[in-house]
Antibody, heavy 118, light 109 residues
């Protein structure tokens, strides 16, 4: 069974940093595109970042480019999102997700809430 | 950048009725890369349809997707109580690679 379990969310001050983790089981990260998607409570879904299966390509939404990085630990089968210079507008639930057929997203974690506030 | 517009924003229906949800792209797209998701309150989204019309594993057959070009539709036949939720369409493209519509809420009338 595929499982994605996020952790690392919490309250952080503007300008601060957080690292989100996504522990994957039931499959190997090196065989799928992996994504981070965020959602402000009560609002829609927004793609944040992705990492290609072979690890060669990363992409970021314009709103986080230069502040966020995506990486993985193959041995731990864990995906990360390092978030620096956080802003109030980064406040959201962050979902770890797996790329599926034809660009769909076939598995999602339960989400972790990041709150940026002083 | 392609924009996906979903309509209506809210659909008020009774159990047993049919729901038709629209997703319109700002320019012609390939339906191969169009997906639909269901999101229940407090839960992560769940993939329903990919490739515009292929049901994902576990998607009941009362859900169907159709469309091409700029206009795509998610149809839910005979609404069940568990179908009342928010639905998102999503496109895989160039930049950004994943784009979502703003969602349609299907609520109990």
């Amino acid at each position: 069974e595929v499982q994605l379990v996020e952790s690392g969310g919490g309250l952080v001050q503007p300008g601060g940093s957080l690292r989100l983790s996504c522990a994957a089981s039931g499959f190997t990260l090196t065989t799928y595109w992996m994504l981070w998607v965020r959602q402000v409570p009560g609002k829609g879904l927004v793609w944040v970042s992705c990492l290609k299966s072979d690890g060669t390509t990363t992409m970021f939404a314009d709103s986080v480019k230069g502040r966020f990085t995506i990486s993985r630990d193959n041995a731990q089968n864990t995906l990360y999102l390092q978030m620096n210079s956080l802003r109030a507008e980064d406040t959201a639930v962050y979902y770890c997700a797996r790329g599926g057929f034809y660009g769909s997203i076939d598995n999602w974690g339960q989400g972790t809430l990041v709150t940026v506030s002083s | 950048e392609i924009v996906l517009t979903q309509s209506p924003g809210t659909l008020s229906l009774s159990p047993g009725e049919r729901a038709s949800l629209s997703c319109t792209a700002s320019q012609r797209v390939s339906g191969t890369f169009l997906a639909w998701y269901q999101q229940q309150p407090g839960q992560a989204p769940r993939l329903l349809i990919y490739g515009a019309s292929s049901r994902a594993t576990g998607t009941p057959d009362r859900f169907s997707g159709s469309g091409s070009g700029t206009d795509f539709t998610l149809t839910i036949n005979r609404l069940e109580p568990e179908d009342f939720a928010v639905y998102y369409c999503q496109l895989y493209g160039d930049s950004p690679p994943w784009t979502f519509g703003q969602g349609t809420k299907v609520e109990i009338k």
